[in-house]
Every structure is written in C-alpha cells, then in structure tokens.
Nanobody, 122 residues
Framework: VQLQASGGGLAQAGGSLRLSCAAS????????MGWFRQAPGKEREFVTA????????YYVDSVKGRFTISRDNTKNTVYLQMNSLQPEDTAIYYC????????????????WGQGTLVTVSS
C-alpha cells in the first residue's frame, strides 16, 4: 500500500484546512487509518484514527471538536478536516494504515505516507 498525503499549507489561527490521504496498491476499506503529527523537536504523536470495521473514530483530546476524520472507500481516500486551527497544530501531518485493532501508537501502523506540512500563524 502506498499512501499519499496532501492538503497541507499555511492557515491563520481560527482557519481551516482539509488533508487528504490517497491510498494506492490495494484497497484500504478494511484497514484502520490514522493521522499523526510531528512538530519540530517533538516526537510523532497520534491525532486521530478511524477503524476498518465499524468506522469508529478516535481523537486526541487536544483536537476533539475541531478535527474530523472521514473516509471515502470509493476513492480509497481518508480525510482530515481541521477547523479552528491553532498555532500549536503546526506540524508535519502523516497518514498511516494498519490492519491491527489498535490505533494510538506509531508502532501499530504498517504503512505511512510522506507527510504534509501544516503551518498555523497567530
């Protein structure tokens, strides 16, 4: 599976961006998909995930109510809608896929996209 993340860019605080993660090589309809982010000098951290069975969603507390993960299996693509962006959301955002039933840790994912940079100015 190859994952291609896109949609990053520069936004002002309070603004919005939508990230896309397009998968190729095989369908990810039954895979759990996650978004992680890595800010300069920090470790990669979990942001959100959507399961591959019942499509339940999970969010880190800091983005609840602001970010929404969704998937379109007809396009083999996962999205991350980010609203009310804050400067602390600035990071490289990575999408990832896993066949496991756990979603919160980097080591649980088998495939990673290349990352897309999100910069939020105050």
């Amino acid at each position: 599976v190859q994952l291609q993340a896109s949609g990053g860019g520069l936004a002002q605080a309070g603004g919005s961006l939508r990230l896309s993660c397009a998968a190729s090589g095989r369908t990810v309809a039954n895979a759990a998909m996650g978004w992680f982010r890595q800010a300069p000098g920090k470790e990669r951290e979990f942001v959100t995930a959507i399961s591959g069975d019942d499509y339940s969603t999970y969010y880190v507390d800091s983005v609840k109510g602001r970010f929404t993960i969704s998937r379109d299996n007809t396009k083999n693509t996962v999205y991350l809608q980010m609203n009310s962006l804050q400067p602390e959301d600035t990071a490289i955002y990575y999408c990832a896929a896993t066949g496991s039933g756990s979603y919160h840790h980097v080591g649980q994912y088998d495939y990673w996209g290349q990352g897309t940079l999100v910069t939020v100015s105050s």
